[in-house]
């Protein structure tokens, strides 16, 4: 086993002792990671280790039996998924969100006008009877860049229903990426994306991160996309974090090869209950 500092001074995201039990099950065992601000965190582990679980409590959809998360150095552990986005973490699902009714283009613009409702796009500054103008272009500009950033400019028009799965995970990743969170976890971006595609998808998604520079966490069971694109790499087993370090450190820890590696492979997606 091989396991860093599970605190960080720098840290942004702070996990102590977090413990989820569902009914036999454990999916969190004392879980304690400390998340340095603008890394970019891959996490690991066979289907069934936690890894959603863990995403679930950092974002609020579940809550711990016990344990805290900080955020900032503020306790976020008992606030609501839609405090949690207001402050500043952001998340895709394993499974994407999106209203397949609506186009591109309309899921983003539902997602900004969300954000502006929340003061996540910045203070109006306009003098009044410019402001609705002045909104209006912000949103413009602000849609055309997450067109632009996530290569979606194509597809602008299209209903999201009939989107190519890599095209529907960009679409929700930048749909998270719209409130300009601090944090943003990502529930396997490239699962059901072919393996032609997963590069493609997962450099233009990391540029556009970087550019924003947020700090990143991402569930992925592939290990070629882990080791390219993550620079410390959790690994989960049973609920536990059995490794933690740099990729090349983790990806040959003889436990990881042991539980992880050998085990791991995506279910179809469908074949999962929990988002
Ligand atoms: N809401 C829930 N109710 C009951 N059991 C749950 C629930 N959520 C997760 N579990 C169980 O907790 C364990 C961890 O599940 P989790 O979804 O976190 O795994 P995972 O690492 O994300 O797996 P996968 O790679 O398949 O997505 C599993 O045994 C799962 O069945
Ligand atoms: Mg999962």
Do not use: C, W
Not at 76 to 96: D, V
Not at 136 to 144: C, D, M, T
């Amino acid at each position: 086993m091989s396991t860093a500092s599970s605190r960080s001074a720098a840290a942004v995201l702070q996990a102590r002792n977090l413990r989820k039990q569902f009914g036999a099950v454990t999916a969190a065992g004392d879980i304690s990671v400390g998340i340095e601000r603008l890394s970019v965190t891959g996490l690991i582990g066979s289907n069934g280790a936690g890894k959603t679980t863990f995403v679930n409590m950092i974002t609020g959809y579940l809550k711990p039996d016990s344990g805290t998360i900080e955020f900032d150095g503020r306790d976020i552990t008992t606030l609501t998924p839609r405090a949690i986005t207001r402050l500043g973490i952001a998340r895709s699902f394993q499974i994407p969100q999106l209203y397949d009714a609506l186009s591109v283009e309309e899921n983003i613009l539902v997602a900004l006008g969300t954000a502006a409702r929340n003061g996540q796009l910045g203070p109006a500054t306009a003098p009044r009877g410019q402001a609705s103008r002045l909104a209006r272009q912000q949103e413009e500009q602000a849609l055309a860049q997450i067109l632009s950033q996530f290569q979606l400019r194509d597809y602008r028009v299209r209903l999201a229903r009939v989107l190519p799965q890599g095209v529907r995970k960009a679409l929700d990743i930048a749909l998270a990426m719209v409130a300009r969170p601090q944090v943003l976890l990502l529930d396997e971006p490239t699962s059901g994306v072919s393996s032609e595609e997963k590069f493609a998808i997962m450099d233009m998604i990391m540029t556009a991160l970087a550019q924003q520079g947020v700090t990143t966490l991402f569930v992925e069971h592939d290990m070629e996309v882990v080791s390219r694109y993550a620079q410390r790499v959790l690994a989960f087993y049973d609920g536990r974090v059995i490794a933690d370090g740099e990729p090349k450190r983790v990806l040959q820890d003889d436990d990881v090869r042991r539980y992880v590696v050998g085990m791991s492979h995506a279910a179809p997606a469908g074949a999962r209950s929990h988002a």
